[in-house]
Nanobody
Framework: VQPVESGGGLVQAGGSLRLSCTASGSIFSRVNIAWYRQAPGNQREWVARITSGGTATYGDSVKGRFTISRDNAMNTVYLQMSSLKPEDTAVYYC???????WGQGTQVTVSS
């Protein structure tokens, strides 16, 4: 599973963005997928995870603002981000824990 992220960009504080994580292969629907982020000078931080069955869990810093979902027919996992804050600025990465694969990342910048 080789994830590819898209959807990053520049948004004002309070705005929304939706990130996508797409991967090829029939195994996609059977694996968990996670989102991480890394801001300059910081360690990579876990953001959210969705199981193959659709159960979602979130990091404390994004709970109530971000929503992770998946469309297995499209081999895509989404991260809907709302009420964005400047501290959400980071490169966002998609990860498949089963295969250990990471995407190349997509930049999200939230201006104040």
């Amino acid at each position: 599973v080789q994830p590819v992220e898209s959807g990053g960009g520049l948004v004002q504080a309070g705005g929304s963005l939706r990130l996508s994580c797409t991967a090829s292969g029939s195994i996609f629907s059977r694996v968990n997928i996670a989102w991480y982020r890394q801001a300059p000078g910081n360690q990579r931080e876990w953001v959210a995870r969705i199981t193959s069955g659709g159960t979602a869990t979130y990091g404390d810093s994004v709970k109530g603002r971000f929503t992770i979902s998946r469309d297995n027919a499209m081999n895509t996992v989404y991260l809907q981000m709302s009420s964005l804050k400047p501290e959400d600025t980071a490169v966002y990465y998609c990860n498949c824990p089963t295969s250990g694969d990471w995407g190349q990342g997509t930049q999200v910048t939230v201006s104040s």
